[in-house]
């Protein structure tokens, strides 16, 4: 018992990280090698089997659009000094046809879109809303960090099971539910709304650097908001992965000021989005990837 609670300490001291803008403390047990690489295999999985669109003006503005968030970080760091955070990303930018209204990212910078979203964002720079949220997740490395918390529950679920492994099996099984119900809920659903709203908090910045008004974020979780209820609603918040729209919306009009002090207008004329075929909005399921 003593091992394995010495054994999470140390894990937890060693694996200790700063998310840069932030300035978040978070835990990644994993190499940065081995994720990315998780990232790639499993991105190119979703791409085969996927219908992938190419050639068309969305397809391209989602490349464009996503280069251009991409860049605008890259140089931000080199100019902080901080270019080597960004060694072995392998970007990637591609559109899915995909009815479902959502993006998603993977370790390593890879990004999808579905066209579903596309109904939504309405403008490119309602798409870079999208698209910088998802670059926020892989630089902020909230895939790692997923995975170090899975792990770490794991853990303390073993150092559990020792601690009670003399007492009876009706008391065993209690302790293991209260144990998973508590981890879940104080836990794990906690740390995926921190992380989507730091998604948030950095898309909005990191938009800002490419040139685009930080303005258009909550314009667009607003549109999101509209679907959503058009669809039936959402859920309760605390058993939900994603902060609720409301709060969203209210937590990004206050980041706003912030993203201000980092955006450099491009003084080029925006693209207006078109779907790239008739997309009728699906009922929004949740998911991890996004």
Not at 156 to 179: K, M, N, P
Not at 259 to 287: D, I, N
């Amino acid at each position: 018992m003593r091992r394995i609670l010495l054994a999470f300490l140390l894990v937890f001291l060693a694996a200790c990280e700063t998310v840069p803008i932030t300035g978040r403390q978070q835990i990644s047990i994993h190499g940065d090698a081995e994720m990315n690489a998780l990232g790639a295999r499993e991105y190119r999985r979703i791409i085969e089997e996927s219908d992938v669109v190419t050639g068309t003006k969305d397809a391209k503005l989602v490349s464009e659009v996503g280069n251009k968030i991409k860049n605008a970080v890259a140089s931000y760091f080199s100019q902080n000094g901080q270019a080597d955070r960004l060694k072995g990303y392998r970007w990637d930018f591609r559109l899915i046809d995909d009815d479902e209204p959502n993006a998603f990212c993977l370790p390593g910078g890879k990004v999808a879109v579905h066209t579903g979203i596309l109904d939504i964002t309405k403008t490119e720079a309602g798409l870079a809303v999208v698209m910088g949220h998802e670059v926020a997740h892989a630089i902020a490395n909230h895939g790692n960090e997923r995975m170090s918390q899975g792990l770490l529950v794991d853990l303390a679920g073993t150092a559990l099971l020792a601690a009670v492994a003399d007492e009876d099996s009706t008391t065993q099984f209690a302790l293991q539910a209260a144990f998973g119900l508590g981890s879940e809920l104080g836990l794990l659903l906690p740390f995926s709304r921190l992380h989507e709203s730091e998604a948030d908090r950095l898309g909005l910045i990191f938009m800002a650097m490419a040139g685009y008004d930080p303005h258009e974020a909550p314009k667009f979780w607003r549109r999101m908001a509209a679907a959503k209820e058009e669809e039936g609603g959402e859920g309760f918040e605390f058993l939900s992965t994603h902060p609720s729209d409301e709060t969203r919306v209210k937590d990004l009009e206050s980041a706003i000021g912030e993203a201000m002090t980092f955006y450099r207008p491009s003084g080029g004329r925006q693209q207006t989005v078109q779907s790239s075929s008739p997309q009728k909005l699906r009922k929004m399921r949740p998911r991890n990837q996004d």
